[in-house]
């Protein structure tokens, strides 16, 4: 009988590890699905904001893509503004009007800002939200956490993310916010590059298409970005695209013996931002040569980057009437 109940007891305290094992098992094996359902998110969201064109349509998309993640109820995105530091709330999920009246706004001083947007990941419960806050918590916030997206050396936007149903944030939902925030700094800086860039061409073509005289815009190579029709006419051309189709090689439409002096030129715009202004001989498509006075200036980026040179030129003969 002895024997019995030491087997018995022997095989109660297996059954107790068996069971412990198969518990541990399950949470594996739930932490491992949910790695893998935050490992299809952020693969979902570099696909997803590798089509869009603008910083809204951006933002709008992680939205979209975080409300998706296991323990999230809402969430914001808030965007500093460049000159004057304030922070402001670009798009939100699941909040209510109350607490957007609440964070829409932050001025660089604010204290509620100064705790919340640190440029550091920070977690909240309720109990320590910052004060000026209180409408967060009566919202039934019960968890809430900021990640900075840093473009460059300082942060640019910050992700807030909370929770209603939970005190804190599982910690693979914590870890894979971090590096999504920081995959999101560098997407999203190339988006407002894009965008900027797009934006300035658009205008430049706009200044170019609309401008009374000849003008083109050239790479740092000499190559024909854009060309109005004035300027293509110049050379015996119906229009710009006739011309671009013909040639892209600015230096294509200028005398042999010219080139040289004009790429000295270009290359002395571009080491000194130099404007300068001199008299040439451009070619005609018909073979013939004319007399042109021209002006070139150096085109900038956003960052102050040299990315251009406008190019003005006058057809000399054509002023001399227009002055009689």
């Not at 015996?236 to 671009?244: H, I, K, Q, S």
């Given at each position: 009988m002895?024997?019995?109940?030491?087997?018995y007891?022997?095989?109660?305290?297996?059954?107790?590890?068996?069971?412990?094992?198969?518990?541990?098992?399950r949470?594996d094996?739930?932490?491992?699905?949910l790695a893998?359902?935050?490992?299809?998110?952020?693969?979902?969201?570099?696909?997803?904001?590798?089509?869009?064109?603008?910083?809204?349509?951006?933002?709008?998309?992680?939205?979209?893509?975080?409300?998706?993640?296991?323990?999230?109820?809402?969430?914001?995105?808030?965007?500093?503004?460049?000159?004057?530091?304030?922070?402001?709330?670009?798009?939100?999920?699941?909040?209510?009007?109350a607490?957007?009246?609440?964070?829409?706004?932050?001025?660089?001083?604010?204290?509620?800002?100064?705790?919340?947007?640190?440029?550091?990941?920070?977690?909240?419960?309720?109990?320590?939200?910052?004060?000026?806050?209180?409408?967060?918590?009566a919202?039934?916030?019960?968890?809430?956490?900021?990640?900075?997206?840093?473009?460059?050396?300082e942060?640019?936007?910050?992700l807030?993310v909370?929770?209603?149903k939970?005190?804190?944030?599982?910690?693979?939902?914590?870890h894979a916010?971090?590096?999504?925030?920081?995959?999101?700094?560098?997407?999203?800086?190339?988006?407002?590059?894009?965008?900027?860039?797009e934006?300035?061409?658009?205008?430049?073509?706009?200044?170019?298409?609309?401008a009374?005289?000849?003008?083109?815009?050239?790479?740092l190579?000499g190559?024909?970005?854009?060309?109005?029709?004035?300027?293509?006419?110049?050379h015996?051309?119906?229009?710009?695209?006739?011309?671009?189709a013909?040639?892209?090689d600015?230096?294509?439409?200028?005398?042999?013996?010219?080139?040289?002096?004009?790429?000295?030129?270009?290359?002395?715009?571009?080491a000194?931002?130099?404007?300068?202004?001199?008299?040439?001989?451009f070619?005609?498509?018909?073979?013939?040569?004319?007399p042109?006075e021209v002006?070139?200036?150096l085109?900038?980026?956003t960052?102050?980057?040299?990315?251009g040179?406008?190019v003005?030129?006058?057809?000399?003969?054509?002023?001399?009437?227009?002055?009689?």
């Open positions: 002895q024997y019995r109940e030491i087997i007891t022997e095989l109660m305290e297996a059954v107790k590890i068996l069971r412990q094992q198969i518990e541990n098992l949470e094996l739930k932490g491992y699905r893998a359902r935050l490992l299809s998110m952020q693969r979902d969201l570099a696909v997803s904001l590798g089509q869009v064109r603008t910083l809204d349509e951006g933002v709008e998309r992680i939205m979209a893509v975080l409300c998706g993640v296991e323990g999230i109820d809402c969430l914001g995105f808030h965007d500093t503004d460049p000159v004057r530091g304030d922070i402001i709330l670009k798009a939100h999920r699941g909040i209510s009007r607490v957007v009246k609440t964070v829409r706004h932050f001025s660089a001083a604010d204290p509620r800002a100064v705790c919340l947007f640190t440029g550091r990941p920070a977690h909240f419960h309720p109990d320590e939200f910052p004060p000026g806050l209180e409408t967060v918590a919202d039934g916030v019960r968890a809430l956490a900021v990640f900075p997206v840093y473009h460059g050396p942060p640019r936007q910050y807030v909370a929770s209603r939970s005190d804190s944030f599982p910690p693979q939902v914590i916010l971090e590096t999504t925030a920081a995959m999101l700094g560098r997407i999203l800086g190339e988006i407002r590059q894009r965008q900027a860039r934006e300035s061409e658009a205008r430049y073509r706009l200044l170019v298409e609309s009374p005289y000849g003008m083109n815009i050239l790479d190579d190559s024909i970005v854009l060309i109005n029709a004035r300027a293509a006419s110049l015996g051309f119906r229009n710009a695209e006739e011309l671009l013909h040639s892209r600015a230096f294509a439409y200028v005398h042999p013996q010219e080139c040289q002096r004009l790429r000295g030129i270009m290359h002395r715009i571009i000194t931002d130099d404007s300068i202004s001199t008299r040439s001989i070619l005609h498509r018909d073979g013939g040569v004319f042109v002006g070139a200036s085109l900038k980026g960052e102050g980057r040299p990315e040179i406008i003005i030129s006058r057809k000399i003969e054509e002023r001399k009437e227009g002055a009689q």
